[in-house]
């Protein structure tokens, strides 16, 4: 999770690491890969922008409910493409990560109708109860709970997909207003943020119109929800709809620009890493996914990655420690196989070798396209020609998928593409291969040796890494 209160930006020179709070550790796991318990949780994560607290802080929701990706990709891009100058923008881009991860509405019942009340028993109680206290939060202003619903919604009927009982494009409020609160004119507000967002629309089928659901009316649906229950305590809340008639880009790309508009109705000053169009959107949406565990010993690229990646070193002795570089990737299973799933879709599948591990490793002394360098585990090198890893007393080196006459250690061995055998690559395009360290029987750490050439990632040393915040 990015720290609190970080104004830095993510470089583009650097690789953001966004911890994803999944504690899949915890785990039982054998070395005989008997069956094994595990309990995997996956806790949505809160990432707090901006570092003014006495400034308007904006609270944004993606996926209370997993089948809806225009909400949550548009929320986790405004954590990794997002810089906040002025004001306070904090995201839960997956509150409901295991539905997301199942591509469900919801794997334990919606979500969204848990906000009135509901039993300890419920397997999503802890999760509401987190995400109620986040809302009631003295410095949260404005709430916006992001969806994407059917059809397009109009306040009068023009044909099955255009109508008052359809919600896609679409503001909702639970009542025009809210007394005593802060940005409580939710109407006049909701209006405004319209206006906004209409004069950048795509086609004018996409137009958005303001929906008042007059909940305390007798809505008896709607008080189940989130929105209500941030009404019920005083705080402006408004639900988001975009179309699922629309691709998963242009759903994000309309909730961005409501989001927008809403930062700028409230004075928040933002900087954002790609150009507000849907071709973008989809691009920023696609960006190279990156995973390490184990106190990063264990570093995979999962960009374009292999169906399935084998023999991958793990150890039952330690905590996974999973982190990644967006907060909707994450890893599901146990023992055998385990999933790499990035929001609703599936990246990759690893087969874990379990084995013992080594900490002793820091740094692994390379020598690529003649220029010396120190990568630490979890980094990646981008080689041009060759590499050569430097021998170091104690270490021996494997390299997956090289291929030469004799010796057990690889370092000390000029490595060029030629020399690889394409298939055990860990991408597709077969030029992405991993760079394995042991200690005697001992997995040490590993790099990844990457021959795209074309990738503007330069070689691991300036990577930051950003550890788990403790909520
Ligand atoms: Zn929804």
């Known amino acids: 999770m990015k720290p609190v209160d970080s104004v830095a930006g993510n470089g583009r020179h650097c690789l953001m690491w966004l911890y994803c709070g999944l504690m899949l550790c915890l785990m039982l796991l054998f070395p005989s890969g008997a069956m094994l318990a595990a309990t995997a949780s996956l806790d949505f994560t809160l990432h707090k922008q901006g570092a003014s607290p006495s400034a308007p802080t904006l609270l944004i929701i993606g996926g209370i409910q997993g089948d809806e990706p225009g909400g949550f990709n548009a929320a986790s891009l405004l954590v990794t493409d997002y810089q906040i100058d002025y004001g306070n923008v904090w995201v839960v881009p997956n509150l409901n990560f295991e539905s997301i991860v199942h591509r469900s509405r919801g794997v334990h019942g919606d979500m969204n109708r848990k906000f009135l009340d509901l039993a300890e028993q419920d397997p999503e109680y802890d999760t509401v109860q987190k995400i109620k206290s986040i809302i009631l939060n003295k410095q949260v202003d404005v709430v916006l709970n992001l969806h994407d619903g059917s059809g397009y919604y109009r306040p009068r009927h023009q044909d099955s997909l255009h109508g008052p009982h359809r919600w896609g494009q679409s503001l909702i409020v639970d009542q025009a207003e809210l007394d005593d609160a802060r940005y409580g004119n939710l109407s006049e507000t909701g209006e405004r943020v319209i206006r906004r967002v209409n004069q950048r629309l795509l086609d004018s089928e996409h137009r958005y119109h303001l929906k008042n659901t007059h909940t305390r009316k007798g809505d008896r649906e709607m008080e189940k929800t989130l929105t209500y229950f941030a009404i019920r305590n005083k705080k402006a809340a408004f639900g988001v709809e975009a179309s699922k008639s629309l691709n998963t880009e242009f759903r994000a ?10 930062m700028q109705e409230m004075g928040i000053e933002f900087r ?42 793990m150890t039952p002795r330690q905590p996974m420690q999973i982190e990644a570089s967006n907060p909707l990737l994450a890893v599901v299973g146990s023992g055998r196989h385990y999933k790499v799933r990035y929001g609703n879709r599936g990246v990759a599948n690893l087969h874990p070798e379990f084995m013992e591990f080594d900490d002793s490793l820091k740094y692994i002394p390379v020598l690529v396209d003649d220029r010396y360098k120190l990568v630490r585990p979890g980094e990646k090198i981008m080689v041009r020609n060759n590499f050569m890893v430097i021998p170091q007393t104690e270490y021996r080196v494997n390299i997956i998928g090289f291929v030469h006459d004799g010796v057990d250690d690889e370092a000390g061995v000029f490595v060029s593409y030629e020399n690889f055998m394409p298939r055990f690559s860990i991408d597709r395009q077969a030029k992405k291969f991993r760079v394995e360290v042991y200690r005697g029987d001992k997995f040490s750490g590993m790099i990844l040796a990457d021959f795209t050439q074309q990738s503007s990632v330069d070689a691991g040393v300036d990577l930051a890494y950003y550890p788990r915040q403790a909520d």
């Open 272 to 313: 954002r890493d790609f150009t507000l169009e849907p071709a973008h959107v989809k691009q920023a949406i696609e960006k190279e996914l990156y995973l390490a565990m184990f106190n990063k010993r264990l570093f995979l690229d999962m960009t374009n990655a292999r169906d399935w990646l084998r023999y991958v070193p």
């Open 253 to 262: 790309f309309y909730h961005l620009n409501v989001i927008e508009a809403f």
